[in-house]
């Protein structure tokens, strides 16, 4: 069995694939295969996650590259970016886990979320893609430019826009 327990550096060649939906890449223990059928014991630090395009270090040297698996998700589209901004309001009120692209937001599919999208004037598509949701504030900001700041805990600066 192939075990995993960190990250390694993005880029580079890589040996093997996991290709994962989003549920399981939000595990740090994690039994599985690659793409090639090797099995994967994954024994990550606690509350590590696993996004597309991260690579892995197994413990004998090989390096693991992880894809995220297209999924059932709704693609959320409005004519209106006010009203865009409005529905992702109202599903992040809900704690949903949200993707961001231009023009659109993209949810795991339910059909109870794809009715309050339409009632808000939004279109939800049905389709498969991979998923991969904003971390969240307190999520993981292994992708953010080596300028930005990984800020933690409760800012208490607030700034006011006219």
Not at 22 to 28: A, D, P, T
Not at 128 to 136: H, I, K, N, S, V
Request: aromatic share 4%.
């Amino acid at each position: 069995m192939l075990t995993i327990q960190q990250k390694a550096r993005h880029g580079g060649a890589w040996q093997a694939e996991l290709v994962l939906p989003y549920e399981q890449r939000q595990k740090c223990r994690l039994r599985t295969r690659t793409t090639g059928g090797e099995e994967v014991g994954l024994f990550l630090p606690r509350g590590q996650s696993l996004r597309h395009g991260d690579i892995l270090l197994a413990d004998d040297g090989r390096r693991v590259r992880v894809t995220a698996m297209p999924e059932a998700v709704l693609q959320v589209e409005c004519g209106d970016a006010l009203q865009l901004a409005r529905i992702a309001y109202h599903l992040g009120n809900r704690h949903v886990p949200l993707q961001l692209g231009q023009g659109w937001l993209r949810i795991a599919a339910d059909d109870v979320l794809r009715q309050m999208v339409e009632g808000l004037g939004g279109t939800a598509v049905p389709m498969q893609a991979p998923f991969e949701p904003e971390p969240g504030a307190y999520g993981s900001h292994a992708h953010a430019p080596p300028e930005a700041p990984a800020h933690r805990g409760i800012i208490h600066q607030y700034v006011s826009t006219p």
